[in-house]
C-alpha cells in the first residue's frame, strides 16, 4: 500500500454499516432503504469520480457538475435494478455507470437537466480539486486516477477510523506519532528519540507500530468488505487496488 493518506482527505466522512451486497439484495424488491444506503456509499464514495472526470478532460468546473448530476440521476433512475455479477464490486458499478452516463451527456450536449421536485443528494465538492490533486498532477489514464483515487479513499476512512479508536491523551499522541509509518510495515526511523518523546522503550514503541499497522490494515479490508458483494472477493479487491501503485 502506499503512503498513508491525510486524515483530511475525506472531510468530515461519515461512517456507516450498510453493505453494498445488502444494497443488491435490497434492490431487487425496489426498496427505499436501498437507495438511502446507495446515497451514503456515494456521498463517501464520490471524489474517485471526479478524479475521473478531471483526467478524462472535463474542467474543474464542469466535473463538480457533472459528479453531482450523476450521482443523483443514479439515484433517481435506480439503477441498481441493472446490476449484473460482473459488476459486484460497488467500484466496478460506479465506474460503468459514469462512463454512460458521461456518453450520454456528450450525445445530448448539455449536464442531465435537474428533476423539478425530485429528491437530490448535495455533495460537498469545495475541496475536490485539493482531494484529487494528486491523481491530476501524474500523468494517469482516467481509469487509472479512478483506480488511485478509490484506494486512496478506502485508506483515508480507514486512517480516520483508526484515530477515532485512539483519543485518550495518550492513545491520540501515539497515533500522531506513528500514523506517518503506518503503510510502511511498521518500521520507524529514530526510534530513540520518537521513544523519548512518548517517555517509552524503543522497544515497546516498535510493538506499539506493529500493533497499531496491524489494526489500520484490518480497517481497510473492513472499508473493502463494505464495497463487494461476496467476501470471497475481499482478497482479489484488495490486490486490485494494491495493483494500482506499483
Not at 437507495?35 to 472526470?53: D, F, K, S
Amino acid at each position: 500500500m502506499p503512503a498513508k493518506p491525510s486524515r483530511t482527505t475525506i472531510a468530515n466522512a461519515a461512517f456507516f454499516t450498510t453493505q453494498w451486497s445488502v444494497i443488491l439484495r435490497a434492490a431487487a424488491g425496489d426498496s427505499p432503504e436501498a437507495v438511502h444506503a446507495l446515497e451514503a456509499l456515494c456521498a463517501t464514495y464520490w471524489p474517485p469520480l471526479y478524479a475521473y472526470a478531471r483526467r478524462d478532460g472535463l474542467s474543474r468546473h464542469d466535473a463538480q457538475d457533472v459528479i453531482q448530476d450523476f450521482i443523483n440521476h443514479l439515484l433517481r433512475r435506480n439503477d441498481l435494478a441493472a446490476v449484473t455479477p460482473d459488476k459486484g464490486r460497488f467500484r466496478s458499478f460506479l465506474l460503468a455507470a459514469l462512463k454512460n452516463f458521461l456518453v450520454s451527456r456528450a450525445r445530448k450536449e448539455q449536464t442531465l437537466k435537474r428533476g423539478g421536485d425530485a429528491e437530490r443528494i448535495y455533495l460537498d465538492l469545495q475541496d475536490a480539486e485539493a482531494l484529487c490533486q494528486a491523481e491530476l498532477t501524474d500523468q494517469l489514464t482516467p481509469d487509472k486516477a479512478f483506480d488511485r483515487h478509490w484506494a486512496r479513499t478506502i485508506m483515508a476512512i480507514a486512517l480516520a477510523r483508526l484515530g477515532d479508536e485512539h483519543k485518550s491523551p495518550q492513545q491520540a499522541k501515539l497515533f500522531a506519532l506513528l500514523q506517518t509509518v503506518l503503510a510502511d510495515g511498521g518500521r520507524l526511523e529514530n526510534q530513540a528519540e520518537l521513544a523519548a518523546q512518548m517517555g517509552i522503550l524503543p522497544g515497546a514503541l516498535a510493538m506499539a507500530a506493529t500493533r497499531l499497522r496491524q489494526r489500520y490494515r484490518a480497517l481497510i479490508e473492513d472499508e473493502v468488505r463494505r464495497t463487494v458483494e461476496k467476501p470471497a472477493d475481499v482478497d482479489q479487491e484488495l490486490r486490485a487496488l494494491s495493483e494500482v501503485w506499483t
